[in-house]
């Protein structure tokens, strides 16, 4: 390795290093390791501590740099390659008489580009890798194909094509008021539900939580109205006899 580059953690670890001696035998072992691949051995015990902090990033220089040299190699030989292929060619094609030019092109089906609808089929099978990833973080997994082909036509749509973060947020904003709220399984949206209905755009952070309703609802059922007496004070007699209450 003809050279590597020398960060200013490495200095501020040895500036760290108590004593000239152990500082050196760092620095040392560094440069060793790191030019020649050299496993250094030490006497100074805070020269080894502080080597093997920076090691494994002096490892990943001296990766970095064989796997340059190989790459250069290869290249230098591909060039080599390339170049006895063209001058052999040249020679040869001086025996080679031209064809005559003429005005009539022959198209064959060989010539013809058969993966033109090939991006539409990748597009779907992009789409299919998204709608996976959503599907797992939704609760309810009922009705998945139905659920599926809704989420390609939210995407694919031309007018305010739909975001796959958006339907991400939807699932996350959900999953939160089902676990405050405390939803039963049977009371969550199926999964065609939720994609056919675009359910993402519902706003799921004020729906009221299953205990506060519950506790309002105990509050009223606490009460033991007498409405017959109730009736004849809001209407001032009463309404079985006539007389005033």
């Not at 590597?4 to 000239?20: D, H, N, V």
């Not at 009371?187 to 205990?211: L, N």
């Not at 506790?215 to 809001?234: I, P, T």
Request: no cysteine; proline share 5%; hydrophobic share 30%.
């Amino acid at each position: 390795m003809e050279g590597f580059t020398f960060y200013r953690s490495y200095m501020e670890t040895a500036q760290a290093i108590p004593g000239p001696a152990a500082r050196l035998e760092f620095l040392e072992a560094v440069l060793a390791f790191t030019l020649d691949g050299t496993e250094p051995e030490f006497t100074e015990p805070f020269a080894k501590v502080a080597f093997s902090g920076v090691r494994p990033n002096l490892q990943k220089s001296r990766t970095k740099s064989d796997a340059r040299k190989i790459k250069s190699n290869q290249n230098s030989n591909l060039i080599s390659k390339t170049e006895n292929q063209n001058e052999s060619k040249s020679k040869t094609d001086l025996s080679i008489k031209p064809k005559p030019v003429t005005d009539t092109v022959t198209v064959t089906d060989t010539d013809i580009n058969t993966n033109v609808d090939q991006p539409q089929a990748s597009g779907h099978e992009y789409l299919a890798t998204e709608f996976e990833e959503l599907w797992k973080l939704y609760p309810r997994k009922d009705g998945k194909k139905a659920a599926f082909a809704a989420y390609v036509r939210a995407r694919t749509r031309k007018k305010d094509p739909v975001k796959k973060v958006d339907v991400y947020m939807g699932i996350v904003n959900y999953n939160a008021m089902i676990k405050a709220s405390g939803t039963p399984a049977q009371y969550i949206m199926q999964g065609s539900t939720f994609f056919r209905g675009e359910r993402w755009t519902d706003d799921f952070s004020h729906r009221p939580r299953d205990a506060d309703r519950n506790k309002f609802n105990q509050g009223m059922e606490s009460h033991d109205y007498d409405f017959d007496a109730l009736e004849k004070e809001l209407l001032g007699h009463d309404p079985n006899t006539g007389g005033t209450a």
